[in-house]
């Protein structure tokens, strides 16, 4: 391999590191100004809205209230159709739904006459008791969706009268009975906090109509073939209206696989033929959008004296605010993404709701339930340990699965039974034991008589795109001057999809990556892709391009024999020349390219390629940690982060190595820091980057990581995903370590040291190690 | 209200809001590298020097500009370019829309300290958040980039 596998540089690096003009905002021309009135209740009934005075200031041109939108209910969720997610939302509802919740469009010239005429805006609510505890939210007596008209596309388990949006269940052997056969059972209840994305580049989008009558909307986001779906179904309008544009997008993690706004713009625009524009600022961003689903998860591991695990039992809650985005989907991966580890035992059971309550909606982060899921299996794996008094380590090696074996739901709950297909899980752990130091150190080091270093560590996997849903293509077109232009939708927030899948590109037509251009995504050209979420692109977008590269690769060397009057097979495809077998006659690309182009050849070359996967082959990671506490005050730092991770082949080793480095980071702040606090009347009070603490760079103490390559037989040139698993090992191996420094397991995120504190000193003392 | 500046190293006279930050008006005026990101003066994105001093344009109102000398990364091109190379070079760009507001950082500190320490960069780029990258790539682009051992 000459350009897979090599650490290329971000094709657009330079320009956006060097502040182009390449962003949502930056392309706006002439655009009115939206700002969005909200709910200042949780719950609550617009008894009446007065916008009569408030539509006389200066330079606002319009104001949109409940009254005045499409009466058809949709959702915002960016996933395939039929989505899985309650049509459930409302552009604007008499009924709002948490503190945030939108009540009215003002459209003006500029931002401060919108929001100056917000504030003459004279709305009368009937003020509702909120559902704000999402444990007591199922079977209520208020109901958070009371409405008629709210659809599913299909059976999901929702009984919107008892407020649960989504069940599911699996089960697989009799978890009861082989319960009480086990030498040891652990039990423990794990909760975890809705995280916010925090992406630099807050949620923003424009619209305009364009020459032919057509709804143009211009947007930050992960998904813009979902986009446009979702906008037809909100405007009540056809799909072949819309045009979704996605330029540079300054960071997503999940957040923006939710059309959380887009609507309002196209709403405006479609109704006034008026280009619109809507930038939210950082408070909307927090408590307005969406969030990682909080969950409550049970968990029971029982297992013989040996360590043999034998029964694995979950049982989770998630909260899913005031609307179903991604409700039904998040929580089983907190059991499909933890259970195929551990895939000997002889019973596993999962069950589990989401629930609607009276808060803001979660949605898609970067780990999607695999992440609350890792918290708390792999911490009760850890309690298990400790219990059985053996080495974490040697418990795993005697319990996870390997190359060759089989779990009902390895490849996610819509597969059939498959064998796992590649794993270096075990040279990861070997590695990242050496790497961290773990026999000299495990389990704890005394620096003084109030500090302590602990060691953790915690495994997790993920998947590579969704098995048998989500299907993804590529096109390649030669130009009339021998070069490519590579099309797909896929959408680079950063991670540099854009680049990799040009070098999949330029492997198979063995040519180098800079007569390869890249255009993605705009919905009126692009070939139909979901989107980037799912630990998807390299997998299901790179087996697409390459099927599209070797599409047009034959059809090159079909082309260039005929011009040479030779059978293909008399050929060689080198260099991006067409070359007869013996190396005596060539053709090069750019006079094909010129010939096909003229009266001469009359072709337009163009390779596609369709894929979408039976499998999700999962990627693995062996995450340890080691922290530092000081009993006095429950202060935690983080000493050093290991991870050794198995993404199969890396594409691009340099930026594999930075998405590791910053997932981790991501779940180290979820681990410690990134708290999320509600006020007692159900508003966001951690609404700020004063308030909602991301790591900062004095925060991470030091971060090593590695790669344990495996060979992935279904993937491009044998890659699996990195995206998101990197996400997940942090808060069970930080939760470890902290265990081992002080003797206390906190069972709730984040870690902070008043929750040390709590546990360790209920009779003024840490237990005894 | 209009202020004359200098900015880029050539005079240039604003219309300014009195109650409009220097971000906002830079960008009105074409200079879309100056990113916002947090309303609340503790990201680091919009960091532009003002007399040479890298300070946050979203806190500073423009007023404030008045007579001074204003530098956005359109203002050093060139050394923010080497600079980005490193960036860049590591993958540590990523998204890339914090990266403007973290070179003219990056070369504020260049300028201030002699042989900075790996603790010193830490510390003088503290305010500069990212949520992409995890700061360690950014770390080593930046010791390579000013030779730190």
């Known amino acids: ?769 | 209200m209009k202020i004359s500046v200098t900015i880029n190293n050539k005079p240039a006279e604003f219309d300014v809001m009195p109650d409009e930050y220097l971000a906002d008006s830079l960008r009105r005026y074409g200079y879309l590298s100056i990113r916002k990101g947090c309303d609340t003066g503790s990201c680091g994105l919009c960091t532009v020097w003002l007399d040479d001093k890298p300070i946050l344009s979203c806190s500073v109102l423009s007023m404030r500009a008045m007579g001074k000398q204003i530098t956005t990364i359109e203002g050093v091109k060139e050394e923010a370019k080497e600079c980005a190379q490193y960036l860049v070079g590591e993958g540590a760009e990523q998204c890339g829309f914090c990266s403007p507001g973290l070179i003219m950082t990056i070369l504020a500190m260049k300028r201030e300290l002699v042989n900075p320490t790996e603790q010193d960069i830490v510390h003088y780029l503290n305010g500069n958040l990212c949520r992409c990258t995890g700061y360690v790539g950014q770390l080593r682009a930046v010791k390579k980039y000013l030779g730190v051992e």
């Open chain 1, 1 to 769: 391999m000459r350009v897979v596998n090599s650490p290329v540089s971000k094709i657009d690096g330079m320009q956006i590191a060097t502040g182009a003009p390449v962003y949502t905002d930056d392309l706006v021309n002439n655009a009115l100004v939206i700002k969005l009135l909200r709910s200042p209740h949780a719950f609550a009934r617009i008894k009446s809205i007065d916008i009569e005075r408030a539509k006389k200031v200066d330079g606002v041109e319009y104001i949109f209230t409940y009254q005045d939108v499409p009466k058809k209910r949709f959702t915002v969720a960016g996933q395939s159709y039929p989505e899985p997610s309650p049509y459930d939302r409302l552009i604007l509802d008499e009924y709002v739904r948490y503190v945030g919740d939108e009540v009215a469009i003002v459209v003006a010239e500029t931002e401060k006459a919108a929001l100056k005429a917000m504030k003459f805006i004279k709305v009368e609510y009937e003020v509702l008791e909120p559902v704000l505890d999402f444990e007591t939210a199922m079977n209520h007596p208020i109901v958070v969706h009371p409405e008629d008209n709210l659809e599913v596309n299909f059976d999901i388990g929702m009984q919107k009268g008892k407020n649960i949006v989504a069940a599911y269940k699996f089960e697989v052997g009799d978890v009861e009975a082989e319960l009480k056969k086990c030498d040891t059972v652990v039990e423990e209840t794990y909760y975890s906090q809705a995280q916010a994305h925090a992406m630099m580049e807050t949620y923003r989008a424009f619209s305009y109509m364009d020459h032919n009558g057509r709804l143009n909307v211009v947007s930050s986001t992960q998904v813009p073939f979902h986009v446009r779906r979702i906008m037809a179904r909100a405007l009540d309008i056809p799909k072949s209206t819309v045009r979704i544009i996605k330029p540079r997008i300054g960071g997503g993690f999940g957040g923006k696989q939710t059309a959380v706004m887009e609507f309002f713009p196209a709403f405006v625009t479609w109704a006034t033929g008026k280009p619109a524009k809507l930038v939210y600022d950082r408070k909307e961003t927090f408590s307005c959008t969406n969030s990682r689903h909080a969950m409550r998860i049970k968990v029971k591991i029982g297992s013989d004296k040996e360590g043999n695990i034998e029964v694995i039992d979950i049982e989770a809650l998630s909260d899913t605010g005031a609307f179903g985005e991604h409700a039904s989907t998040v929580f089983p991966l907190v059991a499909e993404k933890t259970l195929p580890l551990y895939n000997r035992v002889k019973a596993s059971r999962f069950e589990g709701q989401a629930v609607y309550t009276n808060k803001m909606p979660g949605g898609a982060l970067r780990g999607y339930g695999a992440t609350q899921g890792a918290f708390a299996v792999e911490t009760a794996i850890n309690k298990l340990a400790s219990v059985l008094k053996v080495d974490p380590i040697t418990l795993r090696e005697k319990n996870l699965i390997k190359v060759g074996e089989e779990h009902p739901i390895l490849h996610g709950a819509t597969t059939k039974p498959s064998a796992l297909t590649s794993s270096t899980l075990d040279k990861c752990i070997a590695r990242g034991k050496q790497l961290i130091n773990w026999d000299a150190k495990y389990p704890r080091e005394i620096i003084d008589d109030t500090k302590v270093r602990g060691l953790g560590m915690a495994v997790t996997m993920q998947g590579s795109g969704i098995a048998n849903i989500d299907t993804a293509s590529a096109e390649i077109k030669l130009n009339d001057d021998g070069f490519y232009t590579l099309l797909f939708g896929a959408t680079d927030m950063g991670t540099g999809c854009d680049t990799i899948l040009s070098q999949m590109a330029a492997e198979v037509l063995d040519i180098s990556m800079d007569r390869i251009i890249v255009n993605s995504c705009d919905t009126d050209i692009s070939p139909y892709d979901p989107g980037s979420y799912a630990s998807s692109t390299t997998y299901v977008t790179g087996n697409a391009v390459i099927k599209a590269a070797e599409d047009i690769r034959q059809q090159i060397i079909n082309k260039g024999a005929e011009f040479l009057g030779l059978a293909p097979k008399s050929t060689q495809f080198e260099g991006g020349i067409v070359k007869s077998s013996d190396g005596n006659k060539e053709i090069s690309l750019n006079e094909i390219a010129q010939r096909l182009s003229s009266s001469e050849g009359q072709d337009q070359l163009i390779g596609k390629g369709t894929f979408g996967s039976e499998t999700s082959p999962p990627p693995f990671i062996a995450g340890f940690a080691e922290v530092e506490v000081d009993k006095e005050t429950g202060q935690v730092d983080l000493i050093n982060y290991v991870a050794v991770i198995d993404c199969g082949t890396l594409i691009n080793p340099k930026l594999a190595r930075i998405q590791a480095e910053g997932g981790l980071v991501q779940g180290i702040g979820m681990a410690l820091f990134e708290d999320v606090i509600y006020t007692d009347k159900g508003k966001m009070a951690t609404n700020t980057f004063m308030n909602y603490k991301i790591p900062s760079r004095k925060d991470i103490g030091k971060i090593i990581v590695e790669f344990e390559p495996s060979y992935e037989p279904t993937g491009p040139f044998g890659a699996k995903s990195i995206g998101e698993i990197v996400i997940n090992t942090p808060a069970p191996a930080i939760a470890h370590a902290i265990y081992n420094a002080v003797g206390v397991f906190v069972t709730s995120l984040p870690i902070t040291p008043e929750k040390i504190l709590e546990f360790g000193h209920p009779q003024g003392a840490y237990p005894k190690l």
